[in-house]
């Protein structure tokens, strides 16, 4: 866990330094606190979390950056439209069930900001493609492994739900600094990050993960015009008058500070986890998350850690029982 809190503080620092960095360059273009010095400030902070998430990754956790989920690249372009596709549904049936409840209204279309239509929509398609990948990278990538290797000993069931809480509790809390967040915003948030940990944990890819995040937030935020973790969009498509109880839509937070948020969540859920059925024939931890790839492993130990047909050596550390078909027998 030491080597977590550390990796953990790299990442944030170098973030802190993109963010200044950007900052400075920005005000020389954009209005300060304008849409465009967010989009250009967030560009700057995710730059500096994914050198930050390389850095770790070098020097800390001593493994190559495929070991964040980075693998078997040739489906990450089927994971991606189908997590887009599934955040898109989850959102829908949340503003559906709103306006059937009688909780919300279209008052307005195509509605352009200060910035003008097109140039908001970009930037927003920009700021949410940002968001998806280095967030997912960290709180996933990097936490979520890192936590689940740490506690392999303990066994592989116990050991991903552990990876699975604590890397979405902080996801929830680092949502804090947004405006509007509270604690409730705080539980939604990682009842919501339970979906994109489990599409993780079940193809060891975060492909699936960055394509639901991304789209999750476009679908919030630029197609309904709702609230994204606080942040309201000057340009969107559709414009929704939300009057319903806040326990429910969130308020000035939006859904994703309500039981909306937690039935989209739970709609993607279902979604993740019938997709990895069909596409992979059954439901299973992925055979490398809770084994580290170090730089220096023979390549019948990296086969083994894959799951590929060349598995002869098993970790007996690791407590996971690889078997010659590249599934794991979870213990009790």
């Given amino acids: 866990m030491v080597r977590l809190l550390i990796g953990f503080f790299v990442i944030a620092t170098f973030a802190v330094v993109g963010t200044i960095v950007a900052d400075l360059v920005s005000v020389a273009f954009v209005q300060p606190l304008s849409f465009g010095y967010l989009v250009l400030t967030t560009l700057g902070l995710g730059l500096g ?10 020097y800390i956790d001593q493994r190559p950056v495929t070991d964040y989920g980075f693998r078997e690249r040739k489906v990450w372009g089927r994971d991606l439209v189908v997590g887009a596709g599934l955040a898109l549904l989850a959102q829908t049936v ?22 003008g239509l097109i140039l908001g929509l970009v930037g927003a398609l920009l700021l949410f493609a940002v968001v998806g990948f280095y967030e997912e990278l960290v709180a ?28 979405s509790v902080v996801f929830g809390i680092v949502h804090l600094a947004n405006a509007g967040a509270s604690l409730v915003s705080v539980v939604v948030i990682a009842v919501i990050a339970i979906t994109v940990a489990a599409s993780y944990v079940l193809t060891g890819r975060l ?8 789209s ?17 969009l000057p340009a969107h498509i559709l414009a929704l008058e939300v009057t319903g109880p806040t326990s429910w839509t969130g308020g000035a937070f939006g859904f994703e500070a309500g039981f909306l948020g937690v039935v989209a969540g ?37 086969a083994a850690i894959r799951g590929d047909s060349r598995v002869d050596d098993v970790y007996a550390e690791s407590n996971i029982d690889v078997s ?8 009790k």
Avoid at 207 to 214: K, P, R, S, V
Avoid at 216 to 232: A, D, H, K, R, T
Avoid at 294 to 300: I, P, Y
């Fill in 49 to 58: 979390a994914v050198i930050g998430a390389l850095v770790v990754a070098r």
């Fill in 94 to 115: 949340a503003v559906g069930v709103a306006l059937s409840a009688g909780w919300a209204v279209v008052v307005d279309t195509i509605v352009a900001g200060p910035e």
């Fill in 140 to 167: 996933r990538g990097v936490i979520l492994k890192n936590v689940a290797e740490g506690f392999a000993s303990y066994g592989t069931v116990p050991a991903v739900l552990a990876a699975i809480i604590v890397s």
């Fill in 207 to 214: 492909a699936l993960a960055i394509g639901f995040h991304t």
């Fill in 216 to 232: 999750w937030n476009i679908s919030m935020g630029v197609l309904f015009g709702q609230p994204v973790s606080g942040i309201e």
């Fill in 266 to 302: 739970f709609v993607g859920l279902v979604g993740v986890i019938t997709y990895v059925y069909v596409v992979e024939g059954s439901l299973r931890i992925d055979p490398g998350l809770l084994v580290p790839t170090l730089r220096g492993r023979s390549d019948e130990e990296s």
């Fill in 324 to 331: 010659h078909d590249g599934s794991v027998t979870l213990e």
